[in-house]
């Protein structure tokens, strides 16, 4: 069969005019993008902050024991901390463990050699509750403030400057973004991931099964052209409408988050890390339009079998979880971007996505993340290419059933 | 010079998961002539629309050959598809497309020359009085319209053969005379039809030949007149019953 360009333009510009004029596809391929994710991000995010503040204002039980009287001060700022409360308790350890003490501070004899009313404190908390540990970094803050304070009068009494009796001192500057941004950060390749899918979704059905429903199918089976410029016409409008979408919720995400959640990132530090370098356009355009070739080829296959849209969906959906299972591997902490990960398709492609969003580029597992999935689109179309082949496909006369034309067609039973 | 529509021991065989094998078609042969209604009459499941979807490419020929105009339907089914244009219950037109672009679309998709098709787009909405809906979305249309638009799509390339499969089912009688009239029309202007139909009155009134298909088999073929005179039946609706019955063969 012949492949007519000519034809392909004159169908795609069809299939793409009835998409925009179709309620269901601008909804999930364009506004949803634009619109819905990045709002539910946003909740999210708010939700998030919403809770954090909650827990920030819970009360620390805490329980001072043999405290030092030279150092009775220290119990006052106990005390006057609106986030503590004092408690009693005779076995602490256990209180700890059943939450109804969140840490003990022990105020431990200094040693021989050390300077009169010098201290050391144990503080026994219990890490894995959330409770528990907030206690401890508040004894740790009240401890250290109370440390500063007592040198700086023991300073002043000595006549020695804060600069003289601190030998050294330690700044810190982070050159990562914050927790937030990191974890954005992530979000944003996943998102891409699942908008390609979504975005090829309901293209890939309403340009085959939505055909079957319509009666549409048999008029352009009559028509003067190959299949395979028919075929490759729908092909090219799911992966079109597959990478608008994800393009379009990138750039949503983009633009609505970094003026959203500026306030959430501590007064504005490190929104400048939601920028994305223009750099890495080459890089993300690659990946995308690779995989909205294999994502578009894998839904086309299977939607292809069904009679009407619901079937379609049916016959859509397992590969489509199919697709984002991967982004658990994204889960993993500390994964990183290996030559073993570049081998696994969808998954390969996020990480060099979130690569190439900070700025990274490891160019050898960039080309073999490519190769990988443009072997993917390779096989995609070798199997959509073998299913056409059969006329019994073309009619419909699988009921729906991709299981039947392999059990009947491919494997000959 | 050889008919515009040449069927030759044309046969077709389907596999059944409960039936096993079934001849959908079974070695059927006939000419339609040029500027002729050629009627394809037989009840449903006699093997109408596999033929008809067998000249039209939609299937392959399990057996024998077929030509249009020139063009044979195995070795060079875009030449055949070319060639035709092709109507039946079965084939829809884009929803979302309005009707201008919808005639526009087939016209450049049957390969009509580009340079011509906004003359023919404008010649096929006067010819079928479109006017008033040619930039209305087919969704929004009527079904007498839509079949307007339907048969308007099917000449959109004009093409020299066309194929009308059934085009009146499930019509009112007015937008079924109306189909009949158009098809009518398309014989005039010199156009070599195959129309396939259940219905009698139909046949009697649109056919210069007719042949009666039952079992995948054609059990006649001839003009009205020489069914009449060779079964000494009058009606048309007696003369299909007495060939299906006897399973007489004449043709």
Known sequence: MVLSWKDVRVLYLREVRSALRDRTIVTNSVLLPIFLYPVLIWLAYTGITFISGQNEELKSRIMLKDLPAAHASLSKQFETDKAVVLSKSANPAEDIRAGTLDALVEFLPASSSDAADNFAVRITFDESQDQSDRAKRRIDQIISKYRDDFLQQQAVRLGISREQYQNFKVDDKNLSSNRQVSAFMIILPIFFIVMLAVGAMHPAIDSTAGERENSTWETMMSAATSRTSILVAKYFYVATMSFIAAFLNLFAMMASMGTVLAPMFQGGRGTSSLRIPIESAPVILAGAALLALFVAAGMMIFASFARNYKEGQSMVGPFYIALIMPIMFFQTPGLAFTTRMALVPVANVMMMIREAMQGIYHWPLIGLTLAVEFGCVIIALRIAVLIIQHEDFVMGSYNGSFGKFAKERLLGK | ?251
């Not at chain 2, 799509?153 to 019509?171: M, N, Q, S, W, Y």
């Not at chain 2, 042949?211 to 001839?222: E, F, M, N, Y």
């Open chain 2, 1 to 251: 010079m050889s008919a515009p529509v040449v069927v030759s021991n044309l046969a077709k065989t389907f596999y059944d998961e409960g039936r096993g094998q079934i001849k959908a078609v079974d070695s059927i042969s006939f000419e339609c002539h040029e500027g002729q209604i050629f009627g394809l009459l037989g009840a449903n499941g006699a093997g109408k629309t596999t033929t008809l979807r067998m000249l039209s490419t939609i299937l392959t020929p399990t057996a024998g050959t077929a030509s249009i105009m020139g063009h044979d339907v195995v070795k060079d089914p875009e030449g055949v598809r070319k060639s035709l244009g092709f109507y039946s219950a079965t084939t829809a037109l884009y929803p979302r497309l309005t009707t201008r672009e919808t005639i526009e679309f087939f016209a450049r998709i049957n390969q009509y020359p580009s340079e011509r098709v906004p003359e023919r787009v404008e010649y096929l909405i006067h010819r079928f009085d479109l006017h008033k809906y040619a930039d209305a979305r087919i969704e929004k249309l009527s079904s007498g319209m839509k079949q307007k638009v339907s048969i308007a799509r099917t000449v959109a390339h004009d093409p020299a053969i066309l194929i009308f499969d059934e085009p009146t089912v499930g019509l009112d009688v007015l937008n079924a005379l109306d189909v009949q009239d158009s098809i009518s029309e398309l014989r005039s202007e010199g156009k070599t039809i195959i129309f396939s139909t259940h219905i009698m009155s139909e046949a009697e009134r649109l056919c210069d030949r007719i042949a009666i298909i039952h079992g995948g088999q054609i059990l006649a073929s001839d003009t009205l007149a020489g069914l009449r005179e060779s079964t000494g039946q009058h009606y048309l609706e007696d003369i299909f019953v007495l060939y299906v019955k006897a399973g007489l063969e004449t043709v």
